[in-house]
């Protein structure tokens, strides 16, 4: 028995091994002959913070791609803004104003969508705050905030859009992180803990979906890691060596994104180069990678 019980789990860690050897290969492959973008034509997909920066340039290249935009923003203006250009392009966009943190609005906003628009079938978790000082100096009220809005909103969302998407088996969840929800960052404490809180929701939520015994394969996840983007949420920037680590416009980071989400990757950073030092990094002893963040002196100064 007890030879029996040894073979077969021989067995299957051989199994185990050939198959992650070829998903290895195959991940390789993908690497140099990246899968074909898909269409994003009829999709109806919902983005937070539409009203400036990425959101907008986002929405802005999903429309272009035939995409019908629902544009969410607490502010009215800039959303108009967005969705009047969406339409100058001859693009769909619908605009609603409404606080992304609050949970019921949340709800409210997901029942009009459904009755006026139709069911959302991406969603983009966008909006975020970046209070960007010394956490001794941040208020109760900068804190909370930055969790409500960093995080909190993404879970009422999801919980708002993704039961249409998981019956149909169909959608797409993509969540705006940072470099700052991987690599602590000074003046930015309570931001940080929100960025990497929303890696941990999107790998925690992908497993949830993987691991069900229905069918989720058709729900896609997408996590954005951009460094700093002028969008003006980063107001004092410092960057040493700007030909190595350059301040990327919206447009650029919104190319990127939209190429990730097409492509179906489940996780980027922008720029791109910065997935692979930072992995490296992340092999040595934590005393090793600090030389290097010195050594590029980058980040950002508080601002009030
Ligand atoms: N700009 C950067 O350098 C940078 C870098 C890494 C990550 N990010 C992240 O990317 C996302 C977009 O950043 P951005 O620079 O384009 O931001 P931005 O400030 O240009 O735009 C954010 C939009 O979100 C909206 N918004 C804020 N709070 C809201 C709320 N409670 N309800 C609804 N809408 C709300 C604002 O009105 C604004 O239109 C954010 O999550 C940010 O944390 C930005």
Known sequence: MKVYQGVALALEILVLYIKMTLTWFHCLYQFFVPQEPKSVSGEIILITGAGHGMGRETAM???RLGGIIVCVDINPAGNQETVDMIKENKGKAHRYECDVTDRDAVNALAEKIRREVG???????NAGIMPCKPLL???????????????????WLLQAFLPSMMERNHGHIVAMSSMAGVVGLRNLVPYCATKFAVKGLMEALHEELREDPRDFSGIKFTVIYPYIVDTGLC??????????????????ASDSIVDAVRRNYFEITIPSSLYYINTICRLFPRAVPIYLKDFLDSGLEAHT
Request: hydrophobic share 45%.
């Open 61 to 63: 290249r999903f429309a």
């Open 119 to 125: 069911e959302v079938t991406m969603l983009v978790n």
């Open 137 to 155: 100096q941040q208020s109760v009220k900068e804190i909370r905030s930055t969790f409500d809005v960093n995080i909190l909103a993404h879970l």
């Open 235 to 252: 107001k004092n920037p410092k960057i040493k060596f700007p030909s190595l680590m350059k301040i990327l416009t919206p447009q650029e």
